[in-house]
C-alpha cells in the first residue's frame, strides 16, 4: 500500500504567492532548530540549539524540560538563523513559514507551532504544516537531488525505525517499523545500563570502536522475512549478560550490541533495496550518525550496485532545514495550512485516500 504524510488536518487551496525562502521552524523533542532554505534545496542558514547537556543527568529527554527549555531557546535561535540568512525580524525575504507539527512531544511541538502562526500572521505568509518522518526524508534531497527513483530510506532514530520505499517525493510505501523499541532508544538504554552516558547512540559508537564486535553472540531480531524490527530482546540480552559476567569489557559489550543492531538493520533494508529495485539506499534520523551503519552501508550497496546515501551528520539529526525543504515541496503540492493547525504528537504516515 502506497502511503502519503498529510501537511495539515484541513487542507487549503494553494497559495497563489512565489515561494522561494522558507523558514523552517523544529521542535519536535530536544533540538531547537531554525533554518532559510531557498527553492527547497539550498541551505541559506540552519541553526540548532541542542539540549543533550540539560537532559544528561537524568539518561534521557525530560518532556517537561525539553517544553520550557523551547521557549527560552526559540526566539534566540531564530534570530540568528534570519540574520545568517540575511533577513531582519520583519521577515523581509521570507515568503513562507514551515513547522514540525508531529510527531514528538505534545510541550515542544506546541511552542513550534505557535510560534509559526504568529510569524505567519504577522509577516503575512503562508503556513505550512510538515510530518517530522516526512522531513528526514527530504534530507537527503538537500545534499544530492539527483538521488533517483525508487529509492529505499532507512530511517532510524531515538523515537522511530523505519523501513520505507519512496517512488517519489510525497509518494511512500511502509515497509517495516519496530514493534518496541527504536533503534536509538535500545542504544540509549544499554549505554545508560553500562553507565555510559547520554546520549548512548555517540557514546556506544566511541567504545565500541576498541572493543571486538564477535566477543558475545547476542541475538538478532526477529529473523525470517519480515521487514519489521524489535529491539527490546536484545537489550534485555546485554542486560542479562552482563548481569551474569560483571567482569565482561565495557569496549567487547557495545561492539558486540551495536554489532547486532547494524546486521539487523542492514540485512532487512539491502534486501528490502534488491526486492524493489530500488536505485539506492539511503539513510535518515539521528542513528545514521552511527559509524558502523555509515561503513557497512556502503560496502552491501557497492556490492550489490546500487547507490549509497549517507546524509552529513548534521542533516541526521533534528534539524530545520529538512523541514524548510518539505515545507516548500509541501506548499507546491498541497498548498498552505490553516492557522488552526495543531500539533499531534502521534502523527504517522497516513494511507493516502
Known sequence: MFLSVSSSPTSVPPTDRAVHRVLGIETSCDETAASVVDGGSTIVSSVVSSQIDLHARYGGVVPELAGRAHLELLTPVLDDALKRAGTTASGAGIDAVAVTYGPGLIGSLLVGVAEAKALSLAWGVPLV???????HLFASLLEQPDLG???VVLL???GHTLLIE?????RYRLLGRTIDDAAGEAFDKVARFLGLGYPGGPAIDEVAEEGDPQAFPFPRSLPGDRYDFS???????????VRKRPDASTADVAASFRQAVVEVLVTRARKAAAEVGATALCLAGGVAANSLLRRRVEEVCEADGIGAFLPSRSLCTDNAAMVAAAGWWRLQHGGASPLTLGADPNLGLVAAG
Open 129 to 135: 504544516g510538515v510530518n517530522h518522518l516526512e522531513a
Open 166 to 170: 519512496v517512488t517519489e517525493p510525497g
Open 149 to 151: 527513483w525508487p529509492l
Open 156 to 158: 532510524v532514530s531515538g
Open 231 to 241: 529491539f527490546s530482546g536484545l537489550k534485555t540480552s546485554v542486560v542479562n549478560m
